[in-house]
């Protein structure tokens, strides 16, 4: 079964403008992780928060991690038309052997 | 390569029939997992091999679905009596130990008629 849902489940933006996707999931996790599939096919990893850690940059990229609440968030600055693609959110929960997927939103760069 | 490795890349099989979904990990990676990722969903857990056992086979849907890893490197997913409901995207990923990031191939995309 799948963790977490995410919102918005699309969104589509203009090429230079910034791109805010939310996650949220429902048990105690040891980490949070960010993927990138595009056209429904292999998964690229992106960036992973810690449970003890707020806030994470890498590049475009920043994530922030919300336990209390059981939220992440992934934006994306300065968007390029290469960004389309389905973005998904993983938990790694303690004592669990694989990751949970959020349902993933597909968002839609437009140059 | 240095990525995973899946083959065949598309499978169109019919009901009843069985098929072997091939996954190539990583060189030197210990842990690997198969998920199914059906049409706007994400993917969903399989089954999670250390080294040639089988550690975890909690998600496979029922006793049609098998897979091995014999020698620590290459994994078969075998299907049995495929039914329609068995089309989805089978995603392979490995990592270098479990826990550790999970590095996905690009998928089998299987089609049951």
């Known amino acids: 079964s799948q963790q977490g849902e995410e919102d918005p489940q699309a969104l589509s933006i203009q090429e230079g403008e910034n791109a805010t996707m939310n996650c949220s999931y429902k048990t105690s996790i040891n980490n949070l992780q960010w993927y990138r599939q595009n056209s429904g096919r292999g998964l690229v990893h992106l960036i992973l928060?810690?449970?003890?850690?707020r806030e994470k940059h890498s590049g475009r990229l920043r994530v922030t991690l919300d336990t209390s609440k059981k939220s992440s968030s992934l934006l994306i600055t300065a968007s390029r038309a290469a960004d389309t693609a389905s973005y998904f959110c993983a938990t790694d929960e303690d004592g669990a052997n694989n990751l949970f997927f959020g349902t993933g939103t597909r968002l839609t760069v437009i140059p | 390569g240095a990525g995973v490795s899946q083959t065949p890349s598309n499978k169109v099989t019919e009901k009843g029939k069985y098929v072997e979904l091939r996954c190539d990990p990583i060189?030197?990676?210990?842990?690997l997992y198969w998920y199914r990722q059906s049409l706007g969903q994400g993917p969903e857990f399989l089954i999670y091999?250390?080294?040639?056992?089988?550690?975890?086979d909690s998600g496979l849907p029922n006793d049609r679905f098998f897979a091995v890893r014999p020698e620590g490197s290459v994994s078969t997913l075998k299907i049995q009596r495929t039914e329609r409901g068995d089309s989805a995207v089978y995603l392979c990923a490995s990592s270098f130990q479990h826990k550790n990031i999970q590095y996905f191939g690009a998928g089998t995309r299987l089609s049951v008629l």
């Open positions: 928060i810690r449970s003890n850690e």
């Open positions: 060189s030197g990676h210990t842990a």
């Open positions: 091999f250390q080294g040639t056992g089988a550690a975890d």
